[in-house]
């Protein structure tokens, strides 16, 4: 069974420019996160959502972040503009929906560096 | 609202000895899962462990064991037979479906193990 993808590992950026993540979950999971990892610091989620539908965005900095679901399988979330606290590690994770409880299976992360 | 509770930033262990990783919760919903997850120096999440607050025995997966003392609200996580490879930091977290079914982190303890 394949994992959840993301794409780039690795961004540099300088502040006030835009950047963009993808993430691919593991099929079948209709529940997918979007997690914002700072070093030193547990992982914080940004958005959760739940096939298209957002269940969850209330820690998302809506001014400059943006996430979408399209489909119910893909997502990406975009960062514009960018600034220097927003140095950190994207993790994207998906679970099976409904209302039990599953565990998270988290993707390799995007490192991004805004310099 | 939920919160997790890490009071030990580092810990060290001798190789082949067993360590317990602090991990406390608090939360005014009555059904939870807990969670612990290893994050290598590579950056993925790795999950180990899961306890259901319903579950009445202590969960095991291989070395891993979840020592859940529900009254103290606590979910230590035991290591038996630490490896060289166990070093990682150790994410304790907690998911309750009352609370959007977010999953809180805890800010993690980085365990090293000594050959």
């Known amino acids: 069974e394949a994992g959840v993808a993301q794409s780039p590992r690795y961004k540099i950026i300088e502040k006030r420019q835009s950047v963009a993540f993808w993430c691919n979950p593991i099929?079948?999971?209709?529940?997918l996160y979007w997690y914002q990892q700072i070093l030193g610091q547990g992982p914080k989620l940004l958005i959760q959502?739940?096939?298209?539908?957002?269940?969850?965005d209330s820690q998302l900095p809506k001014d400059r972040f943006s996430a979408e679901r399209l489909k119910g399988v893909d997502s990406t979330l975009k960062i514009q503009p960018a600034k220097l606290e927003d140095s950190a590690v994207y993790l994207c994770?998906?679970?099976?929906?409904?209302?039990?409880?599953?565990?998270?299976?988290f993707g390799p992360g995007t490192r991004l560096t805004v310099t | 609202a939920q919160k997790i509770t890490q009071t030990q930033p580092g810990m060290f262990v001798q190789e082949k000895e067993a360590v317990t990783l602090d991990c406390t919760y608090d939360?005014?919903?009555?059904?939870?899962?807990l969670f612990w997850y290893k994050q290598p120096s590579s950056g993925e999440m790795i999950f180990l462990i899961y306890?259901?607050?319903?579950?009445?025995q202590n969960a095991t997966e291989g070395r891993y064991s979840l020592n859940f003392q529900k009254a103290r609200k606590s979910a230590n996580l035991v290591i038996s037979a630490s490896q060289l490879g166990d070093s990682a930091m150790y994410f304790c977290?907690?998911?309750?479906?009352?609370?959007?079914?977010?999953?809180?982190f805890g800010a993690g303890t980085r365990l090293t193990v000594k050959p």
């Open positions: 959502f739940q096939n298209n539908g957002v269940v969850d």
């Open positions: 099929s079948g999971h209709a529940t």
């Open positions: 306890q259901g607050s319903y579950d009445q």
């Open positions: 939360t005014s919903d009555p059904s939870y899962g």
């Open positions: 994770a998906s679970s099976l929906g409904g209302t039990g409880i599953y565990e998270q299976y």
């Open positions: 977290a907690m998911r309750a479906p009352y609370n959007n079914n977010d999953m809180r």
